[in-house]
């Protein structure tokens, strides 16, 4: 009887530690698929390679920005976003949301980058992130055909229509000072055109490239350019929330491969450094 309990604990403890065995190893096989499907969630298959990329602008900035009949957004701008996102084997998507809105909506998240020829200064650099430049613009001056107007100096005492809150904007406070009441801002820039033909301001300050488009595209307005060296060359360059590495660095990486086979050339139209 004894002989026979005693082999009876023997079957029995040699059947616990297997059931033990089983048990731990069932443990380290579930954490190890675990661990398998964190690395998933977090490797090369996800992330913004696999996100559309909203983009906001304001489309009223011919020729880099602007809509067609259909009420699709084109120009430069979106060519260049084109190249770029194909480069890159991604998605993206462009919406209309105005000028000061897209600076506050790639701020809170609500958009993923801005696009809207945006001037790259030392001061929006300190709340955003841009990418290396794409175009390089100026400054210029809008009057009437028949005004006596001839330089930046002239509009001292005048009335200068300007996009709010943009580098032209910036130009004619430099010029006339941060509080000067005769600086009328406007949500765009061919507003502050249409106040220079209606009477309302003398002259507006405009980027170049969007005032002698303004002009082609309207060759019946009575308007002539004035170019003065009292404005800097700027910089155009895509923006995105400040501290967004991994989509700034993307997008450099786009613009570099399509600067390197010509491509970006060919749409602006410019050689960039």
């Not at 020729?63 to 957004?73: A, H, L, S, T």
């Not at 309207?218 to 800097?232: R, S, T, W």
Request: proline residues 2%; contains cysteine; hydrophobic residues 35%.
């Amino acid at each position: 009887m004894k002989k026979n309990r005693s082999l009876f604990m023997m079957l029995l403890l040699t059947l616990l530690l297997m059931l033990t065995a089983c048990g731990a190893g069932g443990e380290k096989n579930t954490t190890g698929d675990a661990g398998e499907n964190t690395g998933d969630a977090t490797g090369e298959n996800s992330g913004l390679k696999d996100k559309k990329i909203l983009v906001g602008t304001e489309a009223t900035f011919a020729p880099f920005e602007y809509m067609d009949d259909k009420g699709n957004i084109i120009g430069i701008d979106v060519d260049i976003l084109d190249a770029i996102f194909e480069e890159l084997g991604m998605e993206y998507e462009i919406r209309h949301v105005g000028w000061d809105p897209v600076f506050q909506q790639v701020q809170n998240g609500e958009l993923d980058m801005g696009a809207s020829g945006i001037t790259i200064t030392d001061e929006r650099k300190q709340t955003f992130d841009f990418t290396n430049p794409y175009f390089e613009a100026t400054q210029v001056i809008v009057v009437t055909e028949d005004s006596e107007i001839e330089s930046a100096e002239d509009l001292k005492g005048k009335k200068v229509s300007v996009q709010i809150n943009s580098t032209g904007h910036q130009a004619a406070k430099k010029l006339l000072g941060e509080t000067s009441p005769d600086i009328l801002a406007y949500e765009n820039l061919p507003l502050a055109i249409q106040e220079v033909i209606n009477g309302t301001t003398a002259a507006a300050i405009g980027d170049n490239a969007v005032v002698y488009e303004y002009i082609k595209n309207n060759p019946n307005v009575k308007l002539k350019v004035i170019e003065d060296d009292a404005f800097d060359k700027e910089y155009y360059g895509f923006m995105v929330k400040k501290g967004n590495t991994e989509l700034l660095n993307l997008l450099n990486e786009g613009l570099q491969k399509i600067k390197e086979y010509g491509k970006l050339a060919e749409i602006t139209g410019q050689e960039i450094e």
